[in-house]
């Protein structure tokens, strides 16, 4: 609780910085009806981008400062032997649906070579939800076959009922006697032995523990919109992790996949019901963490540099239009939980996980609006001091990336000095790519809540690299070339030389979204 409390004076310290500033901005010349607009969006936005900021400033705190990082904040790791004997049995499960098999059984062909001193303490089961089972059990036997016998099973469900939580639990119930934990990968994950053998030791330490979460890197891609995702990402998500483990603890969250599972109270306390209205809930992990913590058991992420830097990994969403129709799904299940934050069998710091996970859509239109209520009042408000406007907009910007800038930081400060510049030029490429990115992002989002409840169930993913057709963007993006193009003449009406330098930018993302989107998924782009 001390750590909470601390944290949350940090977070309103943070929030009330930026809307001083807002105000400081905005007030001079006195209030126009845009600018009244303008402080409401922020101030409803300013508490979330000031908890980004808090968690990357502790995050980094800690990694730039601990001899042991992942210590800190995970005590059992202090008297933990790196070569603890591995005592208890750990099927690994994949989660498969409409997969190219080849591609899923690759990675986890060289995980069980590595296992192979433990082959009595690991199984592997593939557990499928597809809708066509051709090929997919030839391709599995043929792989079982150079294995040693039992090692693999396969098991297709007729009725997919549940989704992804429902396959998981009946492989808890019908297919996982004889194991202890349970190591869920998606079929894009990849893990090394090394790291496996990690979590396992860990979890065998720590008796109360029921989830142990990785973090996670992004697989090699040779396009450049995986590639730039995936940059910041692997930096982004240690100092994330290890600022969100320092104040939440033992009810740390659950992402879903590459995570340790302990068997017994998973089965017990982690089973899904329906939402009220008889419909399966979607994005499960959330759900699954806030029982296990309202239980008693402990979820914790493991922020270990060694398995970030290639132990744990996942592919990227290939191209633009395929890493929006995955935000449109998890926005699907996301929004779910409102019908679940008063649940007295979740614990209250998971309800809170799940009111991030529903405002971090729901207030896509308040973040948004921020851009076209800006371009209408630079048209009747000529006051507005520039130095204290580039000063909220640069701090807005940093405290949103704060994790990832500061993962950056510690990534150049274990970089040979040789290597520095070049991860230097990256950032600048990230950076720029983010600036367009981000605006795509937020009116796609913002589009989506409009036309909430639209959606259903999921979909199977689509993970190959392909290159987008010209057609297909503009299919997809016309609204956000069009909201672009208003944008920009928004701001040349407006005479301000200033208002268009400085948003243009951030306009260009929208208005130049559908080459971003065709240029981004080549393989040879830059």
Known sequence: MPRRSAFTGLVALLALGLVGLSLRVLAPGGWTAWEGMLLACLVLNAPWVALAGATGLIGAGIRLGARDAAAAVLPVLRDLPADAPVRRRTLIAVCARDEEMAAVLAPLGRLLDGLAGHAGCFGLAILSDSARADGEAAAVARFAASRPAGQVRYRRRADNAGYKAGNVMDCLDHHAEGFDFLLLLDADSEMTAAAVLRMVRVMQADPGLAIL??????????????????????????????????????????????????????????????????????????????????????????????????????????????????????????????????????????????????????????????????????????????????????????????????????????????????????????????????????????????????????????????????????????????????????????????????????????????????????????
């Open 213 to 526: 979460q990785s973090t996670i890197a992004s697989r090699p891609a040779s396009a450049p919109f995986p590639r730039m995702l995936g940059f910041g990402h692997r930096p982004g998500s240690l100092t994330w992790a290890t600022g969100q483990a320092w104040w939440q603890g033992a009810e740390g969250p659950y992402w879903g996949h590459n995570a340790l599972i302990r068997i017994a109270p998973f089965r017990i306390h982690a089973r899904l019901g329906t939402l009220p209205d008889g419909r399966h809930i979607l994005s499960h992990d959330h759900v699954e963490a806030a029982r296990l913590h309202a239980a008693g058991w402990a979820v914790r992420v493991l922020p270990d540099r060694d398995i970030a830097e290639d132990g744990s990994r996942e592919a990227q969403p290939p191209n633009l239009p395929e890493f929006l129709q995955r935000d449109r799904r998890w926005a699907a299940g996301n929004m779910q939980y409102l019908h679940l934050l008063r649940r007295p069998d979740l614990g209250a710091l998971g309800r809170f996980q799940m009111l991030q996970a529903i405002l971090h859509y729901a207030l896509a239109p308040a973040w948004f609006a921020m851009l076209p209520l800006a371009v209408l009042n630079a048209g009747v408000d000529a006051a507005t001091p520039r130095g204290a406007l580039l000063a909220l907009l640069g701090l807005g910007f940093a405290l949103l990336h704060l994790p990832r800038l500061a993962g950056h930081a510690e990534a150049l400060w274990h970089a040979a000095p040789s290597g520095r510049g070049a991860y230097l030029r990256r950032m600048l490429r990230e950076a720029t790519f983010l600036l367009m990115f981000d605006s795509i992002l937020a009116f796609d989002r913002t589009l989506t809540v409009l036309a909430a409840g639209r959606r259903r169930g999921w979909a199977a993913q689509h993970r190959a690299e392909r290159v987008v057709a010209w057609r297909e963007a503009a299919r997809l993006l016309w609204p956000h070339t069009l909201m672009g193009g208003v944008l920009v003449a928004g701001l040349a009406a407006s005479g301000s030389g200033f208002a268009l330098a400085v948003a243009l930018p951030v306009v260009a993302g929208l208005l130049l979204a559908i080459p971003f989107a065709v240029l981004t998924a080549r393989p040879d782009a830059a």
